[in-house]
């Protein structure tokens, strides 16, 4: 069943609002340690203990305006939950940075999975935002798989071999602007692969 819809602009905010104030949070605090129970945690890790909560109260939000979530955004929660949890937990960051990973290795492998069985997987979830034509879902799955998988390493490598601010930056910006960049060069795919309206047939 679709969602009901709402302002676009506050569909937005409780997107992007959590990601932003993570970040605003980060350069405001990533020089600090705070003695918390004994133990000293980082800016990152205080950043990242708040971080939880406002997502899930962003999602929680977004599912009561809209009465639905997407896989993604319950599949994010859900890593954001677990992998930041461990962070504060364990008092290590190495956990929240790599949620990115774990997520775009999920969503390759469901792709690649479905991919395996003849079938655009991708399809069932974007069918209704992109109509193509059955070639145009398999080649655009493919295209998709293997981006995520590129996401999943990008990820793997900037966070073993950079700085926390370097990953940051990377998480915040590089990110969402790969995924923007991957459709905005499938234009030519939307073109040949999309599936016209049909004009609806004279009055009787």
């Not at 905010?13 to 705070?34: A, H, M, N, R, T």
């Not at 918390?36 to 945690?41: D, L, N, P, Q, T």
């Not at 708040?50 to 994010?76: D, E, N, V, Y």
Request: charge should be neutral; glycine fraction near 10%.
């Amino acid at each position: 069943m679709a969602g009901k819809k709402i302002n676009p602009t506050l569909k937005m905010v409780l997107e992007l609002g959590p990601i932003v104030l993570f970040f605003v949070g980060y350069l405001k605090l990533k020089d600090e340690v705070f003695l918390i129970g004994g133990s000293e945690y980082k800016g990152f890790i205080v950043i990242t203990a708040a971080f939880i909560p406002l997502m899930a109260a962003s999602t929680l939000a977004l599912w009561k305006l809209t009465g639905h979530l997407s896989r993604m955004q319950f599949a994010t929660l859900v890593l954001v939950v677990l992998f930041g949890g461990m962070s504060v937990w364990f008092n290590d960051d190495r956990f929240i940075k790599m949620k990115p990973t774990m997520l775009y290795l999920l969503f390759g492998g469901l792709l690649g999975i479905g991919l395996l069985r003849g079938q655009s997987w991708l399809k069932v979830v974007m069918e209704e935002l992109m109509p193509l034509k059955q070639e145009g879902w398999m080649i655009l799955t493919r295209r998709l798989c293997a981006f995520f998988f590129g996401l999943a390493v990008a990820n793997e490598l900037i966070w073993r071999t950079q700085s926390t601010e370097t990953w940051v930056y990377f998480k915040t910006f590089g990110l969402p602007v790969a995924m923007f960049a991957f459709f905005m060069f499938q234009g030519q795919l939307f073109q040949k692969y999309g599936e016209e309206e049909e004009e609806a047939g004279p009055a009787e």
